[in-house]
């Protein structure tokens, strides 16, 4: 019986649990540094907090060191260490014009009031293997940073400003149309309600903002290869810090903190309802932690998909969408395969004897062994 | 200070926040009152794998007091490795004792079984349950199996039993046979052999059902009718095992797994490995009693 050894199950998952302890460690390299990690491994640390849906850069990538660097599993961690913490607050909404920029662009205009600003991105360099950092030190390190430091000085320093939105150039000329949200008057907690479909907006954009960075990114990439009717520009990315507010119990708004953010307002051309009206520009909208531009791009891309009506694409299907894209979710289920079915196989596989026996006595014939395949057909679908 | 104190803090008795206990006992209650009703729950995050018993858990750690007895089975070993788990995870939040013995549990945690002896009104079970939704076979959508259950509309499972009968000559479920609870619910019972589904008809003890990565609670209150989906000509069957007996304690009445040896022998044993123990060192604890299983008593020992 293998892995349900009799009696010796303690012992075994006792001694897994030490092994995979010597296989992080056996190399005898000195230990991570949580310090290292969050700082060098930012944008793992920034999907962790995404998909863990836990805003804290130190504990994500404690959590990376424990599993030895798979992000979805950290992302686990999280989601079960922030299940044991109470929700006490609700963050005043976020005004993402007030967002102190670190990046910003538009693909929809050649030149944005504000001007575009590329921030730190790797989108414009070539990804060749850099060898040199194979032997990079501290005095590497250090010269870099002086070298930087420098470049800086000499540049003029403007005073920080606000963005205004590319998009609300587009409302303004009435180009735009609002999505309405008239299906929430009040937000829906996904993480204290089970979400039942169709499920509202604040939902449908919650589960995306926890969803697995390549889940919807294969859907929102569907999406615009042809399944569905997503074809979108980004009109306006952005990533940068944001002030985190919560009104206390005595109704005072408090400043608790900032966070980053990606922010993507993907447009969209809409059909209208009515044949005689003109088309019209529509948004998709897609936040989420951290510089995690995939996903907020994607998010955009799946928020508008599942507002079309009908299912007539995957993207476009809403129960589809959040359903398979729940990677904690679906990372657990895929992997409980391994979990001994040998009671429910017992049960399948006596239909499926019967079945056997009944189609060699009553039928000699042909079709033999059409017959038996859909059999084992159904009985795989029977094990769950 | 501070610093020294952020990595160390201290979790809640059994783990998940008093709030979110209440809730699910509240969620619960409602279950009970709607008997085969799928509830809508919070469903938080465990430190266990969604898929790997984690609604189970959430019942059993918002029940869970210092005075019970807790035990688990998973595919009817309390030794399997993820029972093992569980019960390790159990225990370190709440200190309570926990038994292989069936009759001294007061809550029994399983995965695809129901043990062979039978519950009493002290004791509940709980299921770990993969699929809750017993339509997601005829009908993928969530929002259309909910509008069916509401309209008690079960038409397309029936269809799907008789196609199944018409193409294989019988209806082919294996585990998790779909059954009607108190006449009115169409409800998935996790995936149990058949051979267990006559025992939550009537029973003494509570049945609870936690599906966590769907998010639904469901339950069968005791002396609840629980009915196999069947045809008046083609009935619900349980597995036979015909002429076949445990190879250790030669017990023909149990739910028998089937073991391959390295010689190439095929064998059985009996699957409930705590009945199996109670044979073997005192006496055969009592049994469920039912008419699936004292037909089969009837049939074994006339021929013998």
Redesign the interface.
């Known amino acids: ?1 293998g ?8 012992e ?2 006792e001694n897994a649990k030490k092994l995979v302890e010597f296989y992080r460690l056996r190399e005898e390299v000195s230990p991570l540094e949580v310090a290292q990690i969050q700082s060098q491994f930012r944008l793992a640390i920034d999907k962790i907090m995404g998909e863990g849906s836990f805003y804290a850069p130190e504990y994500g990538a ?1 959590a990376l060191k424990q599993v030895e660097g798979d992000i979805l599993e950290a992302a ?2 999280m ?8 929700r006490l607050y609700y963050s005043e909404p976020i005004d993402t014009k007030n967002m102190f920029v670190e990046r910003r662009i538009s693909s929809s205009f050649r030149d944005i009031p504000g001007g575009q600003i590329l921030g730190p991105t790797r989108d414009y360099t070539q990804r060749m293997l850099q060898v040199n950092l194979a032997t990079e030190d501290d005095e590497d390190m250090q010269k870099f940073l002086t070298e930087f430091k420098e470049d800086v000085k000499g540049a003029e320093k403007e005073e920080v400003q606000t963005f205004s939105k590319v998009v609300d150039l587009l409302r303004e000329q009435g180009l735009l149309k609002g999505v309405g949200n008239n299906e929430d008057t009040k937000l829906m907690d996904v ?8 499920a509202p907006r604040s939902a449908r954009l919650q589960m995306l903002a926890r969803a697995e960075t390549g889940g919807i990114m294969a859907l929102g990439y569907s999406s615009m290869r042809g399944h569905g009717s997503v074809h979108p520009t980004v009109g306006e990315l952005r990533v940068g810090l944001v002030d985190v507010h919560v009104t206390d119990n005595r109704k005072r708004k408090r400043y608790i903190g900032k966070v980053r953010v990606t922010e993507a307002e993907m447009i969209s051309k809409a059909a209208s309802k009515s044949a005689k009206k003109v088309p019209y520009y529509s948004i998709g909208y897609g936040l989420c932690f951290g510089q995690n531009e995939t996903k907020g791009i994607c998010m955009g891309i799946l928020d508008r998909a599942m507002r079309i009506p009908g299912n007539n694409a995957p993207a476009n299907d809403q ?1 589809f969408v959040l359903y398979h894209t729940e990677g ?2 679906s ?6 395969l391994k ?6 196989f ?7 004897r ?2 056997v026996k ?2 060699k006595s ?1 039928e000699e014939e042909k079709k033999e062994g059409a ?1 038996t395949n ?2 084992l057909q ?2 795989n ?4 | 200070m501070v610093e020294e104190k952020k990595f160390h803090r201290q979790f809640n008795y059994a783990f998940i926040d008093e709030r979110t206990k209440k809730e699910i006992r509240r969620k619960l209650l409602k279950a009970v009152c709607i008997p085969g009703y799928q509830v809508p729950y919070s469903s938080p995050e465990m430190p266990i794998a969604r898929g790997w018993g984690t609604g189970g858990l959430h019942i059993t750690l918002s029940l869970i007091g210092k005075e019970d007895t807790f035990k688990i089975i998973d595919q009817g070993s309390d030794a399997s490795v993820n029972a093992c788990n569980l019960r390790d995870f159990v225990k370190n939040t709440t200190d309570c004792d926990t038994t292989f013995e069936t009759s001294k549990a007061t809550l029994i945690q399983t995965r695809h079984r129901i043990t062979e002896e039978e519950l009493k009104a002290h004791q509940i079970m709980i299921f770990q349950v993969p699929q809750p939704e017993p339509l997601r076979g005829v009908e993928r959508y969530e929002k259309k199996t909910r509008e069916m259950h509401a309209e008690a509309d079960y038409a397309k499972m029936w269809v799907s039993l008789y196609e199944s009968f018409v193409r294989f000559g019988d209806i082919m479920r294996g585990a998790g046979y779909p059954v009607k609870v108190n006449g009115r619910y169409v409800m998935s019972p996790s995936p149990i052999p058949r051979w267990d589904i006559p025992n939550l008809s009537d029973a003494e003890c509570l049945y609870l059902f936690g599906a966590g990565r769907e998010k639904r609670l469901y339950a069968v209150p005791p002396h609840t009718t629980v009915e196999p989906l069947e045809f008046e000509d083609v009935k619900f069957k349980i597995e036979q095992f015909e002429g076949l007996k445990c190879e250790i304690t030669g017990e023909q009445i149990a739910f028998l797994d089937e073991l391959y040896g390295s010689d190439g022998k095929t064998t059985h044993v009996v699957n409930d490995s705590d009945f199996m123990d109670q044979i073997k060192e005192k006496e055969r604890p009592i049994q469920w009693v039912n008419r699936y299983l004292t037909e089969k008593i009837e049939k074994t020992f006339n021929k013998n």
């Open positions: 019986m892995y349900v050894a009799v009696k010796g199950g303690s075994a998952i404690l686990f961690v989601r079960a260490y922030r299940a044991t913490l109470s993480t204290r309600v089970a979400v039942k479909y169709p129960e904690v979710e990372l657990g289920f895929t992997n409980h979990l001994p079915h040998y009671v429910t017992q049960s399948g596989l006596s239909n499926l019967k079945a009944r189609d009553s017959k859909g059999v159904q009985v679908d029977d094990l769950i």
